[in-house]
Each structure stands twice: as C-alpha cells, then as structure tokens.
C-alpha cells in the first residue's frame, strides 16, 4: 500500500551568541575546504528579516535529507540569561537523512530515534556547536499524506486508467478555500493555498518530480501518487507547542496534587500513609514531566496521531467530506436520504452554484448575507450525507470516486484486520503444534 500519512520535512533552529555563530561559521569553512562536501551560500537578506544575513550550507554532490542555516543579526533575545541574537537552523528530511530514497511514502514516528542518531553524527563532522539534537526547537512541520489512486474503488471507462490522477486534481481544484487563505500558484495539477502560519499544498507527484527531480528513483511508481501537505510555518508551531505546555503542566498540576494527598513532601519524615511501591510510581512519573519541554513537545508533533489529526483537519476543511458524484446521481443519493423537500431543494441549489461558478471558494465569493449563510449550512448538510459539493464531469462517464482520506482510513482498517488474522492464523498453528508433540503425534 503506497498511501501512507505522516510528514516529509521538519526544520529545528537553535540560537547562538554572535561569538558561537562566527565558530561555527568558521568551522563550515574549515569543512568546506577540507572535504568539499558542502556549499556555503550568501549572504541573503530578506525584507521579513532586514536585521539578519543568512547563509545557506547544502551538499551538492550527494543530497543528504539535512541542510543548514545560519543567521547573523545584532537583535536577538535573552535565553538563560545570555544574549542570543543569531541562530542555526536545521531542515531535515527524515526518510532521506536515514538512507530511505523515498519521494512517495511518508515518514513515521518511528523514524525519529534513527533520525536524532544521524544527525548527531553529520553535526559532529562539522563542528560541536551543531550537535545536540534535542537542544534545538521545532520552528516548521510538513505533514503530508500520498494518496495512491490505483488503490480506490470504482468504476471507470478502461481508457481514463493513465488520467485518473489528473482528473482527480481537476476535482480538489474546485475545493473551499477557508477564511484567512489565499490561492497562491495557478499550476495545472496543483492546488496551493496559504495563510500567515499555514500552507496547504495538494498536487501530482509525478508532474512535481518530472519537472523537479527527473532522474528521481520513484519517478514510475509516482505516477498514481496524490499528495496532500499541512505545512505548519513557525506562528503555527508556536502556538501548537504551547498549547502542548499548556496540558503537560496541567497533568503536572494534577500530579503534585496526588502526590500532596499521598503524604510525599520534600522531606523523608512528611511522607506517610504510602507505600513503597506506589512513591516510586509517581516519582518516576514526576520524573518523566520533568523532562524537557521541547523534547516532549516534538515528540507530540511528530507523532502518529498528531498527524493524523492535522491532515484530517485540514483535508476536510479544504476538500470536504464525502464522496465525489456525478450532477445526476449526486440528486438521487439527496433524494434518497432527505426526507424534506425543502432541503432536497437546498442541497441541489449547492450542488448548482459550485458547477456554475466552478469550484466552492468562487461560489461563496458569489454569495453574501443569508445567500452565503445558507449556502454554507448546505456544506454541512452535504457533508451529513457523505456528498462532496464538487461534481464529476459528465463527460467523463465516471458516476462516482470515494472520498481519499475516507479510503485511506479503510484500508488501514482492511491491513489491520489482515494483520489480526495471520496473528490469529499462527497463534492457531502454534496450539495445533502443541497439541500434537503433548499427543504424541506428529504435527505434520
């Protein structure tokens, strides 16, 4: 199964004094002459940053999945009572970094111990300043889930096999765009929107690396590849994060009360009425809190379900719930679930300003006051009965496409079952084994 959801770059920035900054820069040099390994480009400036000169240090010869950043400026901030205005920045591409060639599969929470142990050892071939992986803050996260088209369920004319995955970006082309986003690039097989402290990015792999990356491994095995990405930019990491604090020091909280009732103070002689067993379980779990934040905090971020839940947030508030439908049998699935003419009425009157106007976003352009209140209770009624508002074109004699992630999430539970069932099949094997040597019979 080549859909997979879960994130294919994440960027770590550490500060720096002005004296540790010009080290390291020294210490790249110094790389750089020695080995030839990398290039040092720059100075940029940036309009965002008019106090900071930036420098970009890339591997020509070899793509490595890591690359670094340094910023030079005479406005910083206190961190532990020093004076940090300038930083290094680490963008990380997990699967790369790893040894993984991989353009179309996403990488996993698993990935992050393998991850931390190779870029400690490429930090130590340049110089110590970059080490210690765990000392720099998330400042930006690309989730991203790769839908694989061949792997959906429907019917389709034979000859639409090689279009497929064009004719389903035509589709996610007409999807919403949410307040506070803007349509950036006008590609023919992408779809990109961003805000101050987000992007979405959906397009066709194979189009992005045949234009990119020609000589790329997967450039084939792309050719079915959809990929949608959450790019959560430095404000959303931010805000994320704290809200991560934010629960761990409530659970904190809660913990030093329990540990208060349970009689343990500061002091042996103040702990009473607990025994041995129970102290050490909440030490430890005390323990445990008292790790550092930032580990924690990117620990959550890059976990499974934190993955999960940024693409199924985003993916629905972009391209929408339910399945995509022919005009025709979109009406008679509204028909057959609506009970209420006037809403019947409603739903198709939805279903007729996105064809009209081309896509959701321009639709509700097209509308204001009640019109566009409406229109979007009608969204929301639409997404009850599992119809995406875009319609399939009629000339392409396709009656219906299933909803991409809602195909992912049941072919995830179709492996897990097939997981359970050859566990289920050898434990059975295992017993029947047993059986027979305690029978004295032979097994086989």
């Known amino acids: 199964m080549l859909t997979s959801i879960g994130y294919h770059t994440f960027v770590k920035s550490k500060s720096l004094t002005q004296e540790e900054a010009g080290l390291l820069f020294k210490e790249f040099k110094k790389y750089r002459n020695n080995t030839q390994e990398i290039c040092i480009m720059g100075p940029h400036r940036y309009e965002k940053d008019p106090f900071g000169r930036h420098f970009e240090i890339v591997y020509p010869k070899q793509y490595k999945g890591i690359q670094w950043k340094i910023r030079f400026s005479n406005r910083g901030f206190y961190v532990d009572g020093e004076f940090k205005p300038c930083s290094i920045q680490a963008i990380i591409n997990p699967k790369v970094l790893i040894g993984e060639k991989s353009y179309i599969v996403a990488a996993d929470a698993s990935y992050l111990k393998e991850v931390e ?5 490429e ?12 000392m720099y803050r ?6 991203c889930i ?6 959906l369920k429907f019917e389709y004319p ?5 279009e497929l995955p064009k004719l389903i970006m035509n589709l996610i082309k007409c999807a919403d765009i949410p307040d506070h986003f803007e349509k950036i690039y006008n590609e023919e097989y992408q779809f990109y929107l961003k805000s101050k402290s987000v992007v979405i990015n959906c397009y ?6 045949s234009r990119n990356f020609s000589d790329c491994k997967d450039l084939e095995k792309s050719y079915n590849i959809i990929r949608f990405e959450v790019q959560f930019k430095y404000p959303k990491v931010f805000s994320v994060s704290n809200e991560i604090k934010n629960k761990r020091e409530r659970q904190k909280s809660v913990l030093m009360k329990a540990i208060g009732k349970e009689g343990m103070g500061c002091f042996p002689e103040a702990r009473s009425g607990i025994d041995d067993k129970k102290q050490k379980c909440l030490s430890e779990t005390f323990m445990n809190f008292a790790r550092l934040d930032e580990i924690a905090i990117m620990e959550t971020m890059l976990s499974d379900e934190q993955c999960s839940k940024r693409i199924e947030d985003y993916f629905y508030k972009v391209i929408k719930e339910g399945n995509y439908y022919a005009f025709d049998a979109a009406k008679k699935v509204i028909e057959s679930r609506v009970s209420k003419w006037e809403k019947v009425i409603r739903l198709e009157t939805a279903l007729q300003l996105v064809c009209e106007y081309g896509s959701i976003a321009e639709a509700k352009k097209a509308l204001q006051g009640e019109e566009l ?3 979007r209770r009608s969204l929301r009624d639409l997404a009850g009965i599992s119809i995406n508002p ?3 074109h009629k000339v392409w004699g396709i009656e219906y496409i299933p909803n991409l992630l809602d195909n992912y999430f049941l072919l995830c539970g179709e492996e897990q079952r097939k997981i359970q069932e050859k566990i289920q099949d050898e434990q059975m094997l295992c017993d029947y084994i047993k059986d027979c040597r305690k029978r004295g019979v032979p097994w086989i």
């Open 123 to 134: 930090a130590e071939k340049i110089s110590p300043f970059l080490k210690g992986f765990n």
């Open 390 to 392: 875009v319609t399939i």
């Open 373 to 375: 209140e409406e229109f």
């Open 204 to 209: 066709w792999k194979h189009d992005d690396l």
């Open 138 to 143: 998330l400042n930006r996260i690309d989730y």
């Open 158 to 162: 034979p000859e639409l096999t090689t």
């Open 117 to 121: 142990k190779i870029f400690e050892q």
């Open 146 to 151: 790769n839908f694989d088209v061949s792997e």
